[in-house]
């Protein structure tokens, strides 16, 4: 360990480029396991909340491996305590043996803190020959190590004290987030689409607010913990080092011895009480002035005392009402957000009944505009039903005249045939009255046939 840290006692504190290394990697790690869950409520929490998360979660790991480091040299350092032990045969009542300055030799070689206080006190009897010295550097060494354990979690205090503001300064941007996109959206909502996204920019801007606050708050309690008991610990530790050098050393040591006066006490008395009352004043003279500036020293220090004293009642009050009038601007804007929310939550309940009487307005309309053509439909086929019908009997009409026609053409073959026996049979006479007894019989049929037909098809369909 370098002489500047051990002359410094600074042998317990953290080594910051370390701390800072695993607090990043941790933060990465994290996140990275994050990553897989990040629509999980704790994905959500970490991950989509704004910055203040990245940075409250940075500073808690940093406190964390802070804690860790310290801890991992506190335990080391009471191994050590608890190994550590100084021979009884080894003499220490002789300042200059060699045994005592091999011990010294022997303790300040290693970096431990039990070691080099050991080495001290070892290196102030070497040098003093007297107890009574070493236990005062013991004792400014103890006060010296105190004053370095509680500097260096100064940082770490610091830290555990800034994440919760973290976590209020996340709370006022997701405040200030929602005021503004519900400002906006109440200049420009005219739909639903809108209203509902109006709605939801403010319970995000909400959310972000309570989470922020929730995992600042969440992780200071877990950060701060842990780093009490670890200062616990090395404190502890301190006054162990601190007991086993009163208890087990330091009454090894030997008293360095005074030279014999020559002189009579009695003659030194009595020519030290005589020269102090030739040139000291007497304590008459000295009460008076000491009284006079003591009375002066008591007003101004009550003038003083007092005047800050106002001072801070001042402040005080100034604080106070500054807080008041921040919590009755807080308890405004809560009451204008939640008026705002009601009279746009009437306002859609308002338009969605409108649209619900819209749907069941147009439902009715659909369903007469149904049962009118199904109607239409109906007489539309009633009506081709009697159209079919009476082309049915049309077509029966035709395919009786297109019979009468066939027997015609039948009876014309057959009046052609009667013609040829005749003339074949030179009875003409006889064949011509039958032709005309025939021709008689065609008249009437002949008749009929020579009038024109015309068959005509008539469709109406009303309206």
């Not at 199904?374 to 007489?379: H, L, M, R």
């Amino acid at each position: 360990m370098p002489n500047s840290i051990t002359n410094n006692r600074q042998e317990l504190d953290i080594n910051l480029p370390l701390v800072l290394l695993f607090s990043s990697l941790l933060t990465i790690a994290i996140y990275a396991l994050l990553l897989p869950f990040r629509d999980t409520y704790l994905g959500i929490l970490l991950i989509d909340r704004g910055i203040t998360q990245y940075l409250v979660v940075f500073l808690s790991c940093f406190v964390i491996t802070s804690s860790l480091d310290k801890f991992f040299k506190i335990r080391a350092e009471l191994k050590s305590l608890r190994k550590l032990d100084i021979p009884i045969h080894i003499p220490l009542e002789n300042h200059q043996s060699v045994k005592v300055r091999q011990m010294c030799e022997y303790f300040s070689e290693s970096g431990n803190v039990v070691d080099n206080r050991l080495s001290r006190v070892l290196s102030a009897y070497i040098h003093s020959g007297s107890r009574k010295a070493s236990g005062e550097l013991a004792l400014d060494d103890s006060s010296f190590y105190l004053s370095a354990s509680e500097s260096s979690y100064t940082f770490p205090r610091i830290l555990v004290w800034a994440i919760p503001l973290l976590g209020f300064v996340g709370t006022v941007l997701g405040i200030s987030q929602a005021v503004n996109g519900f400002s906006g959206f109440l200049d420009s909502a005219s739909e639903v689409d809108q209203i509902r996204e109006g709605i939801g920019t403010v319970t995000g801007g909400l959310a972000v607010a309570f989470d922020t606050t929730l995992l600042a708050l969440l992780l200071s309690v877990v950060v701060m913990i842990p780093l009490v008991l670890i200062e616990r610990m090395e404190s502890q530790l301190l006054l162990q080092i601190d007991i086993f050098i009163n208890d087990r050393l330091l009454p090894r040591f030997s008293e360095k011895e005074l030279p014999s006066s020559s002189f009579d006490n009695d003659s030194i008395n009595k020519t030290i009480h005589q020269a102090i009352k030739e040139s000291l004043p007497t304590s008459e003279e000295l009460i008076q002035p000491a009284e006079v500036y003591a009375r002066e020293a008591a007003q101004n220090l009550l003038k003083e005392f007092l005047h800050q004293f106002n001072q801070i009642q001042t402040q005080e009050s100034e604080l106070v009402e500054g807080i008041k009038e921040v919590n009755r601007i807080i308890l405004t804007d809560r009451e204008k957000i939640i008026q705002s929310y009601q009279e746009q939550h009437s306002f859609n309940a308002n338009l969605v009944n409108d649209i619900k009487g819209m749907v069941e307005l147009i439902k009715e309309q659909n369903q007469l505009t149904q049962d009118t053509l199904d109607n239409q439909v109906s007489a539309i086929a009633f009506r081709l039903e009697n159209i079919g019908s009476i082309l049915d009997e049309k077509i029966a009409s035709l395919q009786q005249s297109s019979e009468q026609i066939a027997k015609l053409s039948t009876l014309e073959d057959s009046f052609t045939g009667i013609v040829k026996a005749l003339e074949n049979a030179s009875k003409m006479e006889d064949s011509l009255a039958m032709i005309k007894e025939q021709i008689t019989l065609l008249q009437p049929v002949i008749k009929d046939l020579s009038k024109p037909r015309i068959v005509r098809l008539i469709e109406q369909i009303d309206e």
